[in-house]
Nanobody, 121 residues
Framework: QVQLLESGGGLVQAGGSLRLSCAASGSGFSITVMGWYRQTPGMQRELVATITSGGYTNYADSVKGRFTISRDNAKNTVYLQMNSLKPEDTAVYYC???????????????WGQGTQVTVSS
């Protein structure tokens, strides 16, 4: 069983910063890619940023230069540093983890419970 625990959301004024964290706990798995997605009411969940186990990163155009994704492989934790926040960044942010189950090596993805980020103008 893999559990994801997210933290760090909240209310911030435009131009401010927040840092999200997502820690994976459990045993019997090997994590590959970790990422953050976001969703607003009535809209599809969209990719924000991903990072591979080797540190390769990918960002949505809308957050490039403002958000930074990082990970601590020893702690199975992924972070999202969000700077210069805009009202349009307001959403529920979800952590996503791709992993292999040991020893079958079956691949699966897990979602966190989501954390609300609200940016006021």
């Amino acid at each position: 069983q893999v559990q994801l625990l997210e933290s760090g959301g909240g209310l911030v004024q435009a131009g401010g910063s927040l840092r999200l964290s997502c820690a994976a706990s459990g045993s019997g798995f090997s994590i590959t890619v970790m990422g953050w997605y976001r969703q607003t009411p009535g809209m599809q969940r969209e990719l924000v940023a991903t990072i591979t186990s080797g540190g390769y990163t990918n960002y949505a155009d809308s957050v490039k230069g403002r958000f930074t994704i990082s990970r601590d492989n020893a702690k199975n934790t992924v972070y999202l540093q969000m700077n210069s926040l805009k009202p349009e960044d307001t959403a529920v942010y979800y952590c996503n983890v791709g992993l292999f189950i040991v020893p079958t090596m079956a691949f699966m993805t897990n979602w966190g419970q989501g954390t609300q980020v609200t940016v006021s103008s």
